[in-house]
């Protein structure tokens, strides 16, 4: 069942939801000036998913003039090149991922598990190639609504980031986190490296936030880092 296509989470923050209410998520920021940076693109149909969005907020496509990936798979990645070509917006993402993009190639999946190892070696393991117009890198901020700063978070993929945007105190955890049944780890066979995902994930425990969005599952706005701390903890103890 469709949902709603654009759930405000801070001013000038929006969530939206690229497969049903929240199993899919890419996000939003208006700038003062009225530009929209696009954080991830969801599989590669999900592009009419994002501009009604973006006209749920009162914007169109011509007004993204940034596309930011948190990894490369093909759920997140995978409509990058589409909505590439809509809004004629370059591309971003950490250094670790931008030759997987440009090369049309997924990150690769956990070579630990059997399944892993058999997904990696599927031929269907492609996606569209589009051009990274700037490699991030840990600690960059980007001019978005007065700050977005660039976690790298590696394990889910190598280039693997979460996002902080310190004036509103919102935290996009990529797929370091889901929140799917509650804050829980990704499902290790998609992950690059599982273990190093526990262990770069801490720093989300570490920075200051109010909300804790998610690229899969919905957000939380009550006690948020309280929760991701919960289970960052647990791992801790394991």
Same mark, same amino acid.
């Given at each position: ?26 996000? !939003? ?24 969005? +973006? ?15 948190t &990894?490369?798979? %093909?759920? &997140?990645?995978?409509g !990058? ?16 991922? %931008?030759?997987?993009?440009? !090369? ?7 070579? %630990?598990?059997?399944t ?5 070696? +599927? ?6 190639p $589009?051009? $990274? %117009?700037?490699? +991030? ?12 700063r ?50 770069? !994930?801490?720093?989300?425990?570490? $920075? ?31």
């Amino acid at each position: 069942m469709a949902g709603t296509p654009a759930i405000r989470l801070a001013p000038n923050v929006w969530r939206i939801p690229t497969l049903g209410r929240a199993l899919i998520n890419s996000y !939003a920021f208006v700038d003062p000036d009225g530009g929209v940076t696009v954080v991830d693109c969801g599989v590669s149909k999900a592009s009419p998913r994002i501009v009604s969005g +973006l006209a749920t907020i009162g914007k169109s496509p011509r007004d993204v003039t940034r596309i930011l990936l948190t &990894h490369v798979h %093909a759920d &997140h990645a995978g409509g !990058a090149s589409a909505l590439a070509r809509v809004t004629g917006a370059p591309v971003v993402a950490h250094a670790a991922d %931008a030759g997987f993009a440009e !090369a049309g190639r997924l990150a690769p999946f956990n070579g %630990a598990t059997l399944t892993g190892r058999l997904i990696n070696r +599927l031929p269907g393991g492609r996606m569209e190639p $589009v051009e $990274v %117009a700037q490699r +991030l890198a840990d600690g960059d901020v980007l001019d978005v609504g007065g700050g977005l700063r660039i976690l790298h978070t590696p394990g889910h993929s190598p280039g693997h980031v979460s996002l902080l945007h310190e004036p509103n105190r919102v935290l996009i955890t990529g797929d370091a986190l889901f929140n799917v049944f509650g804050v829980r780890w990704p499902l290790r066979t998609f992950c690059s490296d599982f273990p190093m995902t526990q262990r770069t !994930a801490h720093v989300l425990g570490e $920075v200051g936030y109010d909300v804790a969005a998610f690229t899969h599952g919905p957000e939380i706005t009550d006690g948020a880092r309280e929760r991701v701390r919960r289970l960052l903890s647990r791992a801790r103890t394991q």
